[in-house]
């Protein structure tokens, strides 16, 4: 009995929204790692992940959005991150990665850095 | 571990509080879950043995027969479900003890309709190793040491026992303590133990008036820290993607984080020279 569904994938243009659900942990990740690839298949490389509902992230996640990350770099795509908790905001610090993963605290300016326009 | 058959997975609610009762029951049906329910441990238990179930959220303050007895008892019987247990009192004594009957997982009440869904729904999707045995060595809430099986399972089971222990840190504290303990248990029975149920990793969780130390010690050979290219912690300060890209090199999966984030959580972090053993600190004052 799946209690939630972990993801909702919406478009804008050519950016992919992604609302994760849930844990992102080494228990969770797999259908976000799924989706992903499904996403670089059909060719959708621009990807925005929403952390709003994510409730626990780990090391193993972050190091997962890491190698999705580059996989869409490596293909002329981009991901990048929305409404990242507190706490994951001081993971990405400590391990550097804010300095090459671009964070947004809204959707709007996140689909805007992709070139969608409002 | 029990396993229906059906497609609809079973939960046993034991509490006395009629009316818990009742909300759980809906709640847990709404998702989907059959439910039973009992008003006491001997009811609880006659309903086990009869009809079996895949979870039992199991209250500890029990009238007649504690909840603790319940458990022992569930846990004896040749397929027991995973249990969960409940309670009000939550004091260190009592998660220790819980620790001790093998529980899955332990929750203080009150606690959300979100929090409950949560367990139960881990608990419905955990593998049968995360039932294995974890040996108590030291059931003191001020000096808990344990020795468990290097299953993922298993180290998510005993991490979530154990973080009880510190509820009543500071919540910023309590995470803290709560991800660099996870991190560094699971590196322990993922490299040091292979993931082998068959070898152990032992973990001792201190508490003193003004600090926590957690020592966990793997089975392992232990690593040279300088050698870790597909660590972070070896990253060179102007490229914190190098440990991905060795990674993805090596085959490995994506991680690699876990020891950089644990030094900003901690005020401590020690290995012994084999670094198969390490103890980390977080003061409290």
């Not at chain 2, 809430?141 to 509820?167: F, G």
């Not at chain 2, 876990?258 to 084999?274: F, H, K, P, Q």
Request: hydrophobic share 45%; charged share 25%.
């Amino acid at each position: 009995v799946p209690a939630v569904f972990p993801i909702v994938v919406r478009t804008v243009d050519d950016v992919t929204v992604v609302d994760l659900h849930g844990h992102l942990m080494d228990d969770g990740d797999i259908p976000l790692v799924e989706c992903v690839t499904d996403l670089i298949r059909r060719g959708r490389l621009k990807v925005l992940l929403n952390l709003k509902d994510v409730t626990r992230i780990d090391s193993t996640g972050i190091g997962m959005l890491v190698a999705k990350f580059l996989s869409l770099r490596r293909l002329g795509g981009d991901l990048k991150l929305l409404h990242v908790s507190e706490r994951a905001r001081h993971l990405l610090a400590v391990t550097k990665l804010s300095r090459v993963i671009e964070t947004f605290e809204s959707e709007e300016e996140a689909l805007r850095s992709f070139g969608v326009r409002p | 571990m029990s396993s229906s058959s059906a497609e609809q997975r079973r939960v046993l609610i034991v509490d006395d509080d009629r009316a818990l009762r009742h909300a759980l029951a809906t709640l847990l049906q709404g998702k989907g879950y059959a439910v039973e329910q009992a008003g006491d441990g001997t009811e609880g238990l006659l309903h086990l043995r009869r009809d079996g179930t895949d979870v039992m959220l199991l209250d500890i303050n029990l009238p007649g027969m504690s909840g603790l007895e319940v458990l022992e008892q569930a846990q004896a019987l040749p397929s027991p479900p995973f249990v969960v247990m409940m309670t009000a009192d939550g004091t260190p004594e009592t998660v220790v003890r819980a620790v001790q009957g093998q529980a899955f997982r332990y929750i203080r009440k009150p606690f959300a309709p979100k929090a409950i869904i949560e367990i139960v729904g881990d608990a419905m999707s955990a593998a049968p190793a995360a039932a294995l045995p974890i040996e108590v060595i030291s059931a003191r809430p001020e000096w808990l040491e344990v020795v468990a099986p290097c299953t993922l399972e298993v180290a998510e089971r005993l991490h979530a026992l154990v973080m009880q222990l510190e509820t009543s840190l500071p919540e910023d504290v309590r995470e803290s303590v709560a991800q660099a303990c996870r991190e560094l248990l699971f590196n322990a029975v993922e490299w040091g133990g292979k993931l082998d149920p068959t070898r152990k990793v032992r973990i001792s969780c201190l508490r003193a008036k003004r600090m926590l130390l957690y020592r966990i010690a793997d089975p392992g050979e232990g690593f040279d820290i300088e050698r870790l290219m597909h660590a972070a912690i070896c990253n060179p300060d102007d490229d914190p993607l190098r440990h991905a890209l060795v990674r993805e090199e090596q085959g490995l999966r994506p991680g690699g984080l876990g020891l950089a984030i644990t030094r900003s959580l901690v005020d401590e972090l020690i290995y012994n020279e084999a670094h198969n053993e390490v103890v980390f600190v977080k003061y409290l004052d």
